[in-house]
């Protein structure tokens, strides 16, 4: 393959190799934009879910089951942020790979691992909320924190070797051109990797939530006939509604989640050459903004959420006995 050209309209990745990947020409001022607007975007990640991860982890009234999801989830989508944001920025501005191979399979174990993780967060969340909702009585006694800590640790771990396996074991290299990072699965692998990491966790938060809402709607349908008859259950009701509440803020995180990662699927279920470049990258970034929407979401509808950050950028988390604070009478 030939150098740059002296007309400079042919640029290469990596100009002394013969077998360099063709490298886009961009303009100074795109350049420097997208740089820009991918590091915002990044940092604002970061920021948003180490809120969240503080909270949570000064704060001891918020130390829940459910709050422990909710951490683990704004893990996964930081370290998005602050790892698979940066890097995939510079793979699109660039387009060339210029880290090495063995770095390019590292990354895609973190990359599929980060992603898995989130994924197998919203499914422990969706049983979390099954449990409360349909199941009250049981709920202190089945899920206890030291139980959620385990259960997300195990599920990190399962995530860690699935995607070694995938990456490393399954997968091989299809370098077109030298200055590229990407692993190929066969079309039966991918269907596999579909079904597993996918379908099957999305098939089981969906009937979790059909559940609950259902569930939810005949708790509060029972004890508003009963207020009506006189009879006193504000406390029950307080409380079946807050459940309510927390499950129908969390089953619009899990959709707007699942509606991120559909596009992403479908593309990985196609041959590279049946969506246009600028596509496949559009629906891979929206994959990675949702892990930005989170904390988002948790400011609409959480008032302890909203409350904490407060404390945060006032420094009052610095005060004494600061991690004792009771944002409200229920948390969940």
């Known amino acids: ?3 740059e050209t002296e007309d400079h309209k042919t640029q290469y990745c990596f100009p002394t190799n013969n077998s360099s990947c063709i490298k886009a020409r961009r303009s100074r001022y795109e350049y420097d ?4 607007s991918f590091s915002l975007l990044s940092a604002w990640t970061v920021f948003l879910n ?3 991860i503080i909270s949570i982890s000064h704060f001891k009234k918020l130390h829940t089951p459910t709050n422990l999801l909710i951490l683990s989830l704004a893990v996964a989508d930081l370290l998005i942020g602050l790892i698979v944001m940066p890097i995939e920025a510079i793979k699109l501005i660039e387009t060339c790979w210029y880290f090495g191979d063995t770095f390019c399979r590292l990354f895609l174990i973190i990359l599929g691992l980060l992603l898995t ?6 499914v422990l969340i969706a049983v979390d909320r099954y449990v409360a909702v349909c199941h009250p009585l049981l709920y ?5 924190t030291a139980r959620t800590l385990i259960t997300v640790c195990l599920s990190w771990i399962c995530s860690s070797f699935y995607n070694f396996a995938i990456v490393i074991i399954i997968s091989h290299r299809t370098d077109m051109c030298y200055g590229e990072c990407i692993v190929m699965l066969s079309f039966e692998g991918r269907v ?13 938060i969906i009937i979790l939530h059909l559940r609950i809402f259902y569930v939810a709607q005949r708790q509060v349908r029972v ?3 009963l207020m009506k008859g006189g009879k006193c259950v504000i406390e029950g009701s307080v409380r079946r509604k807050s459940e309510y509440k927390s499950a129908l803020t969390l089953g619009i995180i899990v959709a707007i989640h699942l509606l991120c990662w559909i596009p992403y699927y479908i593309l990985t279920l196609t041959d590279n050459t049946v969506i246009p470049p600028n596509t496949a990258y559009f629906l891979i970034w929206v994959l990675y903004v949702n892990s930005c929407l989170n904390p988002i979401i948790y400011a609409l509808f959480y008032s302890w959420f909203r409350k904490s ?3 945060i950028l006032t420094l009052k988390i610095f005060l004494p006995a600061s991690s004792r604070v009771n944002f409200f009478t229920d948390h969940r």
């Open 1 to 3: 393959m030939a150098y």
């Open 33 to 36: 934009l997208m740089y820009v």
């Open 50 to 52: 180490l809120l969240v």
């Open 117 to 122: 993780a989130s994924l197998s967060n919203l």
């Open 140 to 144: 202190p006694q089945k899920i206890t």
């Open 192 to 204: 596999a990797d579909l079904f597993v990491s996918f379908l099957f966790p999305c098939i089981l």
């Open 223 to 225: 004890i508003n006939s």
């Open 309 to 311: 950050v407060k404390h």
